[in-house]
């Protein structure tokens, strides 16, 4: 289990998360929902520890103060590619030290991903949904326990998303944990089996997806309301 217990985190005077308790179960999908601004992004940064909390714990599969990487890695918008290195290449780069079957793995995520056509091209020759998948691999080969993936799919089309968001399910199927930032409220539905929902720095309404039909705060009502009007 990945679990922050009680996480405070400010920003000059701003109060960001107000004691905040999530458990990421391996081998499960937890969606992470909410409106801008509420601390979904602080709080994965912080339970990966690229960000440092003012109080509360992280406690990887029960230990404290333990390098969440790589067992815990992340991927965000901004993909952080090499533009340099050909997308095998960037692959590859993380997984050397870490992994001494990586030469054999990233033939299985080439596979998973559907990437066999374009892997030795370099970034700026692939479109964003090629770069997004690498992104995805990239933090695949480490092997990790627990991916923390921040709206991953905002920046494609519906198709693009529904392929990506398809694979996480096998992701489960590996025993990974997957903590999911998304706006797709649909896949949430379908593919989470726990949804967590932030407003203003705290977890406002916790469950599994049925809550979104039915949620019991006047906050998760509301934003559902709204969500259905932008769906
Ligand atoms: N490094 C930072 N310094 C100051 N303020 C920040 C920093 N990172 C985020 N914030 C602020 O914290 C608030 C929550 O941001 P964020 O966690 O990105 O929310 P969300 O992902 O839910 O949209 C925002 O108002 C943002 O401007
Ligand atoms: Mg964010």
Same mark, same amino acid.
């Given at each position: 289990?990945?679990?922050?217990?009680?996480?405070?985190?400010?920003?000059?005077?701003?109060?960001?998360?107000?004691?905040?308790?999530?458990?990421?179960?391996?081998?499960?999908?937890?969606?992470?929902?909410?409106?801008?601004?509420?601390?979904?992004?602080t709080l994965l940064r912080v339970l990966c520890q690229l960000e440092k909390e003012d109080a509360?714990?992280?406690?990887?599969?029960?230990?404290?103060?333990?390098?969440?990487?790589?067992?815990?890695?992340?991927?965000?918008?901004? !993909?952080?590619?090499?533009? *340099? @290195?050909?997308? +095998?290449?960037?692959?590859?780069?993380?997984?050397?030290? &870490?992994?001494?079957? =990586?030469?054999?793995?990233?033939?299985?995520?080439?596979?998973?991903?559907?990437?066999?056509?374009?892997?030795?091209?370099?970034?700026?020759?692939?479109?964003?949904?090629?770069?997004?998948?690498?992104?995805?691999?990239?933090?695949?080969?480490?092997?990790?326990?627990?991916?923390?993936?921040d709206e991953i799919t905002s920046a494609l089309d519906v198709e693009q998303?529904?392929?990506? !968001?398809?694979?996480?399910? *096998? @992701?489960?199927? +590996?025993?990974?944990?997957?903590?999911?930032?998304?706006? &797709?409220?649909?896949? =949430?539905?379908?593919?989470?089996?726990?949804?967590?929902?932030?407003?203003?720095?705290?977890?406002?309404?916790?469950?599994?997806?049925?809550?979104?039909?039915?949620?019991?705060?006047?906050?998760?009502?509301?934003?559902?309301?709204?969500?259905?009007?932008?769906?």
């Amino acid at each position: 289990m990945l679990s922050a217990r009680n996480i405070h985190k400010s920003y000059q005077d701003r109060v960001i998360l107000n004691g905040v308790d999530v458990d990421i179960a391996p081998g499960q999908i937890s969606c992470v929902i909410g409106p801008s601004g509420t601390g979904k992004t602080t709080l994965l940064r912080v339970l990966c520890q690229l960000e440092k909390e003012d109080a509360g714990e992280i406690l990887v599969d029960g230990e404290q103060n333990t390098a969440p990487w790589p067992k815990v890695t992340a991927v965000f918008q901004s !993909l952080f590619l090499w533009p *340099h @290195l050909t997308l +095998r290449e960037n692959i590859m780069l993380p997984a050397r030290n &870490h992994n001494p079957q =990586a030469d054999k793995d990233i033939e299985g995520l080439i596979k998973l991903f559907e990437m066999n056509h374009f892997i030795d091209h370099y970034p700026n020759q692939s479109s964003i949904g090629q770069r997004q998948r690498v992104a995805l691999a990239r933090a695949l080969i480490l092997n990790p326990k627990y991916v923390l993936l921040d709206e991953i799919t905002s920046a494609l089309d519906v198709e693009q998303t529904a392929r990506i !968001l398809t694979k996480l399910t *096998h @992701l489960k199927e +590996r025993g990974i944990g997957v903590f999911l930032i998304t706006h &797709h409220l649909g896949f =949430a539905k379908r593919a989470a089996d726990q949804i967590i929902f932030m407003s203003d720095g705290k977890v406002t309404e916790q469950g599994p997806p049925a809550i979104l039909q039915t949620p019991t705060t006047e906050r998760l009502k509301q934003f559902m309301s709204l969500a259905e009007i932008g769906a």
